[in-house]
């Protein structure tokens, strides 16, 4: 169930200097309807999401979370290897995937025992008419599959590293290595960011950001032709 109100919102009578600047929330504040913090609203705060992802392990890079101790592939997929199960490892779409596909209502995935290619098509995502084939990132065997994504696929974007896992594979050989990782990682997705930016501006006169944030689903601001262009020089 959805929470009702931050869980980190604490109300308290306190006693304290005023010749001392305090950050607080007026009760008049609170009391609005414009305040996140008592509404089932409050993930929409950008100071919520910064400290939830960190307790989370996951890094707010211009607007954008990426998992830190993840594997990433260079078309926004990750890798977390399995700690029981050598050689195993889940994959899923990044926040940056998610947020350029769009809503995701359905995904079309192989099922157990399927083997796949590095660099090869093996799943499609979709989100309503439009589609985006995406590659494996590793030369494996498909062990299993999210049950979650059928009956809810839209945790693809809700929660793209975590519950949002789309398979596990039997990884081949050391494709690990081959892969983005830590401090590399990180400068590497930054500089994705700065190079979807310099599309918005340059090719579509348009901004992915509001208000400094980055947009939630950047695919509303597309048309089919724009939208397919962008999915097919970053996810393609």
Same mark, same amino acid.
Request: net charge negative.
């Given at each position: 169930?959805?929470?009702?109100?931050?869980?980190?919102?604490?109300?308290?009578?306190?006693?304290?200097?005023?010749?001392?600047?305090?950050?607080?929330?007026?009760?008049?504040?609170?009391? =609005?309807? *414009?305040?996140?913090?008592?509404?089932?609203?409050?993930?929409?705060?950008?100071?919520?999401?910064?400290?939830?992802?960190?307790?989370?392990?996951?890094?707010?890079?211009?607007?954008? =979370?990426?998992?830190?101790?993840?594997?990433?592939?260079?078309?926004?997929?990750?890798?977390?290897?399995?700690?029981?199960?050598?050689?195993?490892?889940?994959?899923?779409?990044?926040?940056?995937?998610?947020?350029?596909?769009?809503?995701? *209502?359905?995904? =079309?995935?192989?099922?157990?025992?399927?083997?796949?290619?590095?660099?090869?098509?093996?799943?499609?995502?979709?989100?309503?008419?439009?589609?985006?084939?995406?590659?494996?990132?590793? *030369?494996?065997?498909?062990?299993?599959?999210?049950?979650?994504?059928?009956?809810?696929?839209?945790?693809?974007?809700?929660?793209?590293?975590?519950?949002?896992?789309?398979? @596990?594979?039997?990884?081949?050989?050391?494709?690990?290595?081959?892969?983005?990782?830590?401090?590399?990682?990180?400068?590497?997705?930054? =500089?994705?960011?700065?190079?979807?930016?310099?599309?918005?501006?340059?090719?579509?006169?348009?901004?992915?950001?509001?208000?400094?944030?980055?947009?939630? *689903?950047? @695919?509303?601001?597309?048309?089919?032709?724009?939208?397919?262009?962008?999915?097919?020089?970053?996810?393609?």
């Amino acid at each position: 169930m959805k929470e009702r109100k931050c869980p980190f919102l604490e109300t308290k009578t306190v006693t304290f200097c005023k010749a001392f600047p305090v950050k607080m929330i007026p009760l008049d504040k609170m009391s =609005s309807l *414009d305040c996140l913090c008592e509404t089932t609203s409050f993930q929409e705060c950008s100071l919520y999401n910064e400290i939830s992802h960190a307790a989370e392990g996951k890094e707010n890079l211009r607007g954008f =979370s990426l998992k830190s101790d993840y594997y990433y592939h260079p078309k926004h997929l990750w890798v977390s290897p399995s700690p029981e199960n050598a050689g195993e490892a889940r994959v899923g779409i990044d926040d940056f995937a998610a947020r350029l596909i769009g809503k995701i *209502d359905r995904a =079309s995935i192989p099922g157990a025992d399927m083997p796949v290619k590095e660099n090869s098509v093996c799943f499609l995502l979709h989100s309503g008419r439009r589609t985006v084939r995406l590659a494996s990132p590793a *030369d494996g065997v498909i062990r299993t599959v999210n049950p979650r994504l059928a009956d809810n696929p839209s945790v693809l974007n809700e929660d793209p590293y975590l519950e949002g896992w789309i398979f @596990s594979m039997q990884i081949k050989g050391d494709a690990l290595n081959g892969l983005y990782h830590g401090t590399v990682a990180g400068k590497w997705f930054e =500089s994705e960011i700065e190079r979807l930016q310099r599309t918005f501006s340059s090719d579509l006169g348009m901004t992915a950001t509001d208000g400094g944030e980055a947009l939630t *689903d950047i @695919s509303s601001r597309f048309n089919d032709a724009q939208w397919g262009k962008i999915v097919s020089q970053f996810l393609g």
